[in-house]
Every structure is written in C-alpha cells, then in structure tokens.
C-alpha cells in the first residue's frame, strides 16, 4: 500500500478552485485557524502522550489490482482477520485511523467494521484508503454514513498509466467518472495520493491540476525501499533533475494552491531523498507516530518491519531498528518544533498515512 498525507480547506476539505488559500500575509491558509482550534489540542495531546498520530488498521491482506511490484493480490480476499478493530483502537489511542489493506473494499462487512470503530472510540478522523477498483457510490454513501470522513484514493499516476500499473484497463476512467458524486457524498476529503516515480515527472504537475480541476484534494508519496527498487526508479542524474524541476513547481502550486495537501517543504525533499536516502534527514516516526496492525492484530511499526507484539499486549517495548532508505524518514517528525507552521504541517501528515 502507497503512503498518504493531507486534508484541509476548501468545501467539503478538498481545498479545490473554489474554497481555501493563504491569508494576507501567506504566511497560514484561510481556515487553518479553525482546523486548529478543532484539532490543535488533540494533537498536542497526543503528541504528548506519545501516542500514534496514525494507526493504519490493515482489515484484509487480499488485492483486487494486479501490480507487477506487489504480491498482495495472490494473498485471499476472505482474509479479514478480526471482526472488531473497537478495542484495539481504544487501547491504542491514536489521532486518526485509517483502514488500509490490500485492499479494504474487498473486506464485505467494512461498513460495520468503520461504524463499530466510529461509535466505539473517541479517534479525530476515520480513513479509507482504496485503489478505487471496487468503489462505487454506493458503496462509499454507504461508508460515509458509518463513519468514514475522509476517502484516499491511491494512483500509480494518472490515466493509461494507473491503468498499465494496476493492470486493470478502464480503472481511471472508473474513478474520474466517480470524482463528482464523491465530493457531493459528504466526506471533509476527498483526496488522490499520487505515487512519485521518475517515468513521467511532468505527469506529477498534471496531476495537481486534474485534482483542482475535479475540485478534490492530491498529495505525492515516494515508495518504500523494496518497491523503489522493484519499480526501477532511475537514480541516474538527468532523470532526477527532471524529477526535481516538477517537485519545485509543485511545491510552488503548493504554497498557493491549497488542494495541495503536501506541503511545500515535504515536496522540496523528495529529490536529495532519493540521491542521499539518509543524510541529513528526520529520525523515522514508524513505531511512535505511525503503527500498522495487521488484520489479526499483530502490531507492526511499518509493513517492512517485523512485529512487536499482539495489541492485548500494548504497549510494546519499542525494538530499535534503522531502515536506510526509507520512504518514512521523509515524513518524519520530531516534537521540538512546534510552532503554528510545523504544528499545520503536522496535521496534514496526521491525516494522511504511511503504509
């Protein structure tokens, strides 16, 4: 599963062309201050409290895409694991959860799974994060009234390109002709996570401005290590350089337009991550900001890592471990700077996922 981030202004959250923007000063987007007044102390709380900022509950290991890179899809699609995540989240105490999979669509009692987590627990927002092959409107009303507030929806790029790398002919034009009834469907966000690879950087740029043309929000994830390498992303100079010039006029559009939901500095370090992997950037937060928990409830700091423990146990004695090269330290956070710049930019990876 491709990481995620973002939410924020705009109606209904999606921040598109008719709603949001940066104050006066540009220094704070129109509407921050009420995000924060909302969700600001919880935050802090949490952080606080050393408690995830996100919990990505992974309900089914099953995939209905057929990426090259991934193997997820040959796991069974029956694989639901526990029929009540309630508990689990309450001992846990995150900000946000996100149900993930595989595939979550796949998993055919998720409204109740959402709604048990919705009622049961005391968590800020509840998100899905699908690839969009089974989403209907339907399905996603259906979601919406169980809890859901926010829908991710993962892309491999835009157009034939999501198509080729999904293997699934016609999944974009799905999903395109589905945009409209979703925003109308009542969600704070509807948002497009957006894969960065070096195939076709300037397809990166197209992509925010489909995303504002749809009046939805978008954000850019790099992969993890494994699949970086499965997926053959050039490290070879000039295509980084291409790479570098759309993240700089993303992160320009960023500072401006605010369906954008990855922030300007996150978008900046994207191309000296890929050249240097580590030097000079955060400590990983998986493990203390970011958990997963696997559909029988095994506790995991990330996918690539192995588990501490089972959540009955919680909490775990955190088992150090360093990654080199991975996606995560992009995202993250440490708590010494908390002013109202970096507590927005928290926010916005709060409310999106690392997976």
Known sequence: MAGWNGSGGGRNGNGGTNGGGRSEDGAI??????????????????????????????????????CAWCDAWRAPGSDAGMPDYAPLVRRLQPLDVALVGGEPLLRPDLERVAASIRLGTEISSLILVTNGVDLSLER??????????????????????????????GLSAHI???????????FRAVQLQVVITGRSPEGLVEAARYARERGVRVSFTVERPARLEARAISVDESALAALADAMEQLAVLA?????????????????????????????????S???????????????????????????????????????????GDGPSALGVRRLVELYRASTGAAG
């Open 29 to 66: 987007p129109r509407g921050t201050m009420a995000m924060l007044e909302r969700h600001g102390p919880a935050m802090l709380r949490q952080l606080a409290g050393g408690r995830p900022r996100i919990l990505e509950l992974q309900v089914t290991r099953g995939c209905n895409a057929r």
């Open 140 to 169: 996603a009303h259906r979601l919406r009234e169980a809890g859901v507030d926010k829908l991710v929806v993962l892309l491999e790029g835009l157009g034939e390109e999501n198509d080729r790398t999904r293997r699934r002919p």
């Open 176 to 186: 395109d002709g589905l945009l409209p009834g979703l925003v109308a469907a009542g």
């Open 255 to 287: 500072e401006t337009w605010p369906h954008i939901a990855s922030s300007p500095e996150y978008l900046r370090r994207v191309v000296p991550f890929l050249r240097e992997q580590t030097a000079d950037f955060p400590d990983c937060a998986a493990g």
């Open 289 to 331: 900001g970011f958990l997963r928990v696997t559909p029988d409830g095994w506790i995991r700091p990330c996918a690539d890592v192995p588990p501490l423990g089972h959540w009955t146990a919680w909490p775990l004695r955190p088992t150090p471990f360093d990654c080199p090269g991975c996606w995560t330290r992009l995202r």
